[in-house]
């Protein structure tokens, strides 16, 4: 190499260096202004970009407060049940993951495909699943893919106080009944719940709170008591059955205050699986429905009759012998009679009788005496849904509609409106608003909100009320016609109705009718207000006939109830005493129920409430069988025998339970 050439060399080296370190000092700027830009400039994007991909928020509904009956017995609660979710981001193969998961969770593939496909941080796959659909996930361990405890609504004796309860949604929202009229109260605060994915992509709590700890609304208790409930519909069903009639309402009242002790409508349904019904048997008729009253509605006309002074006690009026013409129509009656006086009208059930007397009140008394009774507006009950009924002006009356309503037609109210009427006569002419519910509590039991007996308006007199009830009881007696109202050792005031339903193209049907009976016991001093109507019955209709009878069960039931004595009490006979037996000792019990049941043994539930059994079947996968109220008394299987079926059964009672 010449000395030239060496130079040339030595320069192309020295000109390559001087590239390299310029593009080297050229990276290192690049280098360092990105690491600038990232760590200084972009820092708290970058950051919320990161803690998008490994953390999720999820809104967990609130835990609902519990809904007691008047006698704190649970009516419907809140457990925690697993929800299925999945981060779509995070599987990688969606179609293989939600072919499995439709498997388990026991749903179509191509919609759990699809929600796994979809571009959102957080889908939920199903929620509130059982436990066998739950475990079943579990043992897959899916990457992706998780379970999370939410609460769930559950109603412990399936339809009983379907109506009056309502249920709740998915989202924890009160959908119907008294759910959905005190929803506010009753929904804690919903929970944010932050999660956080560790480098296996599996999930743990960031936040720290528990879903244990989850807000409780407020506890509601009711006037409702469960046991005259279960008692009524058990009797309005198997009225409902015995005339193979389309349905049934039932209503118990409390005169004095307007609390609401029972009230049942047919049919039913169980809001654990509303969704398999369909929507209107969601309906509480009883407040929902209007109906024409029939003769029921004889006690308000003579209610005006007594309260303006234009009837007078021992007035008789005509009927016709059974037949009488009225502008041009023919009214009717059962069975004929001569001249009856007021008293006479309600016990027979006169319509001739009736329309007459309404003629002489006059159409002005006698839709001011109604408007005072609460007819024609709702009575302000707290359930959602409530109809006002139908009453037109009196001014579109005219002689024959004067005539109708007088005994019942022409006019619809709902059974709690005739009720809440029918009570008003009870307590002294003095209305009060019916009601459900008596308090709200928090969940440490302090009182929230408490109320109270509300008086809506004073229709009658106490004299008139006192004459009414007279009245009311002949009706009850031999001759009048709801003699199987009768209940022994006590005095009936009530009266029968047959309403005639109508046509759906206009007119009345010759063949289908309402059967109802309404009224209070005992006269002297009425403890209960009750109303039972059946809807089409087949064979018989009158209501002396069909809903008299299931009336005075309910009677019964209901005094039983308040603890209303059938006769004064007597003092007990001196008798000798014999020795004591002594007493066996009692039952040891399992302290430890959960270690049994890892055996697959039945642990011992005696004295648990339905509450702790209920927390305990579902951590278990075990299904229960409750009847009765109270804390459990008997349970099969027997404690320590194996469970067959994961079926446990159990018989609550009011004692401390293993007897």
């Excluded at 608003?433 to 928090?442: C, E, G, I, S």
């Excluded at 009658?460 to 009706?475: F, K, N, P, W």
């Excluded at 063949?511 to 064979?539: C, H, N, R, S, W």
């Excluded at 579902?618 to 299904?623: A, E």
Aim: proline share 7%.
């Amino acid at each position: 190499m010449t000395r030239s050439q060496a130079q040339e060399a030595k320069r192309w080296l020295r000109l390559r260096l001087r590239v390299a370190g310029f593009a080297f000092v050229l990276i290192c700027g690049v280098l360092a202004g990105r690491a600038l830009d990232l760590q200084v400039w972009q820092r708290e994007f970058l950051q919320q970009k990161a803690l998008k991909e490994i953390m999720r928020q999820v809104q967990i509904p609130p835990r609902r407060g519990v809904i007691y009956d008047r006698n704190q017995q649970e009516l419907a609660l809140s457990l925690d049940t697993d929800s299925v979710y999945a981060r779509p981001v995070a599987i990688p193969h969606p179609q293989k993951t939600g072919r499995a998961l439709a498997k388990a969770l026991r749903l179509p593939a191509a919609e759990v495909i699809g929600r796994l496909r979809s571009e959102k941080g957080f889908v939920w796959l199903a929620r509130r699943v059982n436990p066998e659909q739950a475990e079943a996930v579990r043992v897959l361990d899916l990457e992706g893919v998780g379970l999370v405890k939410e609460p769930r609504r559950f109603y412990p004796y399936t339809d009983l106080a379907c109506h009056l309860l309502g249920f709740a949604g998915a989202d924890a929202r009160g959908l119907e009944g008294l759910e959905q009229a005190y929803d506010s109260s009753l929904r804690g605060q919903a929970l944010t719940e932050t999660r956080l994915l560790d480098a296996k992509r599996r999930i743990f709590h960031l936040s720290g709170r528990a879903i244990a700890n989850l807000p409780e609304g407020l506890h509601l208790i009711m006037t409702i008591d469960k046991g005259l409930q279960y008692q009524v519909e058990k009797i309005l069903a198997a009225t409902v059955r015995r005339w193979r009639a389309q349905g049934g309402q039932a209503v118990v009242m409390v005169p004095q205050t307007g609390e609401i002790l029972a009230m049942a409508s047919l049919p039913a349904f169980n809001p654990n699986v509303y969704q398999r019904y369909p929507r209107q048997s969601y309906r509480n008729r009883s407040i929902t429905d209007v109906f024409e009253p029939g003769s029921t509605f004889k006690l308000f006309l003579a209610a005006a009759a007594l309260s303006s002074r234009r009837v007078s006690l021992d007035e008789r009026f005509d009927c016709e012998n059974g037949r009488w013409r009225l502008a041009g129509r023919v009214i009717h009656d059962t069975h004929p009679h001569g001249r009856l006086n007021l008293a006479e009208i309600i016990k027979y059930s006169s319509n001739i009788g009736a329309a007459k007397v309404g003629r002489q009140v006059g159409a002005g008394d006698f839709y001011r005496a109604l408007l005072a009774f609460g007819f024609g507006h709702a009575t302000g009950v707290d359930l959602p849904g409530e109809s006002g009924g139908i009453l037109r002006p009196a001014a579109q009356w005219g002689p024959v509609g004067l005539a109708n309503i007088a005994f019942g037609q022409g006019v619809a109210v709902t059974a709690l409106q005739l009720t809440t009427a029918v009570a008003a006569i009870a307590n002294n002419g003095v209305l009060m608003r019916p009601f459900v519910v008596r308090a709200l509590v928090d969940p440490s039991g302090r009182l929230v909100k408490e109320n109270q007996p509300q008086v809506t308006g004073r229709p009658l007199g106490g004299g008139e009320a006192q004459i009414l009830t007279r009245m009311m009881v002949s009706v009850t007696q031999p001759g009048g016609t709801g003699t199987a109202a009768r209940v022994r050792s006590f005095r009936v005031a009530g009266k029968t109705g047959t309403a005639q339903k109508l046509k759906p193209g206009g007119g009345y049907s010759q063949t289908d009718y309402l059967a109802l009976f309404v009224g209070f016991l005992p006269a002297e001093d009425p403890k209960a207000a009750l109303l039972v109507m059946i809807d089409t019955p087949q064979g018989q209709h009158y209501g002396g006939v069909v809903a008299a009878p299931a009336w005075a069960a309910m009677a019964r039931a209901a005094l039983e109830t308040l603890g209303v004595p059938s006769a004064p009490p007597r003092p007990p006979l001196l008798r000798a005493q014999a020795p004591a037996r002594p007493r066996p000792a009692p039952p040891r019990r399992n302290a430890a129920p959960a270690a049994d049941l890892a055996q697959g043994l039945a642990p011992d539930l005696s004295g648990l409430t339905l509450r702790q059994v209920l927390a305990l079947a579902s951590r278990f996968g075990l299904q229960v069988r409750a009847s009765g109220w109270g804390r459990v008394q008997t349970q099969r299987p027997a404690p320590g025998r194996p469970l067959q079926g994961k079926l446990l059964s159990v018989q609550l009672g009011l004692g401390t339970g293993g007897a």
